[in-house]
């Protein structure tokens, strides 16, 4: 079985800066992609930002010059959001691309993490 753990949400003013984490655990042979997308009610799941094996990255345009996404080591991905505002308030969702030992492909959710930008 392969989990996807989040951290590091929470409550924040506008203007201040959240770091979240994401790491894969289970019978892993490779992760291609990892990401992370968020949603609010009525809403769709969007992206926020993706980084490939390669390092390789790629950012939703409303987030560019403010979050920062990086491959802490080959299972763990963090998102460092600074400046925030309250339309970044969502839950966020990291979501990984893995390869399991029996060389399948699986697209896989972490829980979500609640970020709430408010004064």
């Known amino acids: 079985q392969v989990q996807l753990m989040e951290s590091g949400g929470g409550l924040v003013q506008p203007g201040g800066s959240l770091r979240l984490s994401c790491a894969a655990y289970g019978s892993i042979l490779r992760i291609n992609t990892m990401g992370w997308y968020r949603q609010t009610p009525g809403k769709e799941r969007e992206l926020v930002a993706d980084?490939?094996?390669?390092?390789?990255t790629n950012y939703a345009d409303f987030v560019k010059g403010r979050f920062t996404i990086s491959r802490d080591n080959a299972k763990m991905v963090a998102l460092q959001m600074n400046n925030l505002t309250p339309d970044d308030t969502a839950v966020y969702y990291c979501n990984a691309e893995i390869t399991r030992m029996t060389w399948a492909t699986y697209n896989y959710w972490g829980q979500g993490t609640q970020v709430t930008v408010s004064s």
């Open positions: 980084i490939r094996s390669s390092g390789s």
